[in-house]
């Protein structure tokens, strides 16, 4: 039988326990309709298990109109939060405080007179939101766009919370080519890169790595890549049925981690299977 062993950092971190907790004790304390925002988190189970207690998935704020609404994680522009105050009888707002940090550092360079960039994936939640605060900002990927993006004299730069180090500094290093003053304002969350380092130290010394976490969720999906190209027989799963015996054939020590919005009930879920394993 294969050792199973969990990163020393994985699951689910501050902002998504924070999250969960404010929306289960919405469900239980409050009169009337619950909704969210979109998905309150990055995993489709957990997102089902709010479903069935009665918290609504919904994709415009007026869609809530006259009920609870929950803002979640991943933040939300001025313009919906104001929208959602007016229509809404209740509004909780979930947003983590790490992602409210980068709302802040953006309207502050902007207020500071900043061109103001942000370092992460177009269309993500979080860097929608964002750009919400700060109209106009570019928003850069990959150190290749950054010949694009035609930026001036006085560059500053935010990061999407679960982007890599080594992604930003490719960025900023391309931003940063002596003719402009940069400042960066580097809002990468510790949650996110204690998670990385954990799962690449597990990797070295695993035969076999398990992901767990939404497909839909980009800090899993980091993690996954992180793990493949040290140890390539690495397996992205949303929950232990998807574990498939073959995968794990001779592997003495499997590894497993899981994103920052996996909850620790399926992480168990699948350590408990794989500790079955013939
Ligand atoms: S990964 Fe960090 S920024 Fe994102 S929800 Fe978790 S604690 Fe907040």
Redesign the pocket.
């Known amino acids: 039988m294969a050792e199973v062993r969990v990163a020393e950092h994985a699951g689910?971190?501050?902002?998504?326990e924070r999250?969960l907790q404010l929306a289960w004790d919405a469900v239980d304390s409050f009169e009337g309709e619950i909704f969210t925002l979109g998905p309150l988190?990055h995993n489709p189970r957990v997102v089902a298990g709010l479903e069935a207690m009665g918290a609504h998935v919904v994709s415009r704020v007026d869609d809530a109109a006259g009920g609870t609404l929950i803002l979640r994680?991943?933040g939300v522009s001025p313009h919906e939060e104001q929208r959602a105050r007016e229509v809404c009888t209740k509004v909780i707002d979930a947003t983590?405080?790490?992602?409210k940090r980068v709302h802040i550092e953006v309207e502050r360079l902007r207020r500071d007179g900043y061109e103001v960039v942000i370092v992460g994936e177009p269309g993500h939640p979080?860097v929608v939101a964002t750009l919400g605060h700060a109209p106009g900002a570019h928003i850069i990927s990959a150190p290749e766009d950054v010949a694009y993006a035609s930026l001036g004299d006085r560059v500053g730069i935010v990061v999407q919370?679960?982007l890599t180090e080594s992604t930003l500094n490719a960025v900023v290093d391309a931003i940063d080519d002596g003719t402009r003053e940069v400042k960066l304002v580097n809002t990468i969350?510790?949650?996110?890169a204690l998670r990385q380092a954990a799962a690449s130290d597990l990797a070295r010394t695993s035969d076999a790595m398990v992901v767990i976490g939404g497909r839909n969720s980009a800090?899993t999906t980091h993690l996954a890549e992180i793990c493949a190209a040290i140890c390539p027989r690495t397996f992205h799963i949303e929950n232990a049925e998807e574990l498939d015996p073959d995968w794990f054939s001779g592997a003495s020590a499997i590894g497993v981690t899981a994103g920052?919005?996996t909850p620790s009930s399926q992480i168990d879920s699948v350590v408990k299977a794989l500790e079955q394993l013939p």
Request: aromatic share 8%; hydrophobic share 35%.
């Open positions: 689910a971190c501050y902002g998504v999250a988190i994680t991943h983590c405080p790490f992602v979080e919370t679960t969350c510790e949650a996110t800090n920052a919005s």
